[in-house]
């Protein structure tokens, strides 16, 4: 996989970002969706200099997105907890 599935999101939504978000200057909390997540489930600040390294970081792979939105929510989720600190 090379691009976002269509109508997904599931990257804007599931984890946490601590650093600041053009409209969200704390970061976001996990399962928050995104004020930077468009109708269209794609990320309106997509290659803009504000859009946090943590998104960047984040690239489509068979791993993470899994063969629907469904399983790369429960894939980001898993991470989310395997990465949060004690």
């Known amino acids: 996989m090379t691009t976002c599935r269509d109508r997904c999101g599931a990257c804007c939504i599931a ?3 601590t ?8 970061g976001k909390p996990a399962g928050v969706r995104c004020i930077q997540l468009g109708e269209d489930e794609r990320c309106k600040i997509f290659g803009h200099p504000d859009r946090p390294a943590f998104c960047a ?3 489509p792979s068979e791993e993470m997105c899994g063969s629907s939105r ?9 991470l989310e907890r395997a990465t ?3």
Do not use: K, R, V
């Not at 650093?19 to 704390?26: A, D, R, T």
């Not at 469904?70 to 898993?78: G, P, S």
């Open 15 to 17: 984890p946490s970002i």
């Open 19 to 26: 650093s600041p978000i053009p409209g969200m200057p704390n």
């Open 57 to 59: 970081g984040l690239q």
């Open 70 to 78: 469904e399983q790369a929510i429960l894939w980001l989720d898993e």
């Open 84 to 86: 949060a600190p004690l």
